[in-house]
């Protein structure tokens, strides 16, 4: 929900419009954020971060990489094994994830 890895500041963030987006398609979209103040996302975007990750993914997608995000286990997260992990940081392990920009 950052800006930018390591950082608090969620202005000007991009992963509202990735929010947005899915949203307008009806997926149920969790958003997870270490380092963001939730009540000051609630309060810009209307969107309740989650405090811990589900097990039950469809799909995953990496928007901002805060030095957290190295240490989870991204294949404990999948429902299936079908489940899609988009690295748009170029952060992940190649060999875990599907796409990446």
Known sequence: ???KEN????RNSKVI??????????MK?????????????MHEYKIDLITELADNYSA????????EFSKIDFESLKNSPETIIFDTKAFLDRN???CRL
């Open 29 to 41: 979209v969790d958003v997870y954020d270490p380092h963001a103040d939730p009540i000051e996302v």
């Open 17 to 26: 419009d990735i929010y947005n987006e899915l949203s307008q398609f009806g």
């Open 96 to 98: 875990i994830v599907d």
């Open 7 to 10: 950082c608090p500041d969620i």
């Open 1 to 3: 929900m950052t800006f």
């Open 60 to 67: 995953i997608i990496l928007a901002v990489s805060h030095t």
